[in-house]
């Protein structure tokens, strides 16, 4: 099996696969409850415990034609014994998406709850910018210090469309532009251009995504 990247930092992943093709998702529910037990053994050890609230987990397989299938429905449970009491922890459908430090993710690899994630906080701080009395060199502060940061931190772990992140890019520009006394509908290649071609430098987070 090749694995790649398909988490994020500071999460504990455990991964369950098993070659023989006579296992079924059953059989490998038990091999991986089997395996919780060990890790939650491990952590109690050294006094630590894992969290129920936290926990969740999904189910794949790998159909007859050798395409991995998402399981939508729950053929087993897997089961966290903190202080001796069975604790069930939740299986989720792939299309449901868990935020873990900030980044929206799911197995299906989707990116809209990151993206409506996105647009909810470029809403908020287009509101917030559009309402206030402020000069034009705190404007641009604000646009490249603030609401640019927080559209940065996600995107080495996203593969957000070029059209969604326009969408996500809008508000903060029609809000924020005029009051840097820029034109809000002025082209995005002269706004997301560098100094030395003419442009306003502001952050492009499209190409920085790709890179």
Known sequence: MTLVYFGFVDDTNLILNNNNPGVTSEDLIDEAQLELSMWEGLISATGG?????????????????????FKTKQLGS??????GQPETIECLEVTEARKTLGIWSR???????KVNALKSKALKWADAVRTK???????WYSINH???KTIKYPL????????DMQD???????AA???????????????????????FGVYNPSASQVI
């Open 156 to 163: 080495a772990a996203t593969s957000i469309s070029k059209k």
């Open 49 to 69: 415990a894992l969290a129920q609230e936290k926990s969740y987990w999904y189910l794949v397989e790998v159909g007859p034609d050798g395409k991995y299938v």
């Open 177 to 199: 532009l005029p009051k840097v006394r820029i034109q809000k509908h002025f082209p995005c290649k002269l706004v997301y251009g560098t100094l030395m071609s003419k442009g």
């Open 133 to 139: 009395h402020i000069n034009p060199t705190e404007a």
């Open 168 to 174: 996500i890019m809008r508000p903060i520009l029609q």
């Open 107 to 113: 197995p299906d690899g989707l990116m809209i709850d």
């Open 146 to 148: 603030t609401i640019m």
């Open 78 to 83: 897997l089961l966290l014994h903190n202080k």
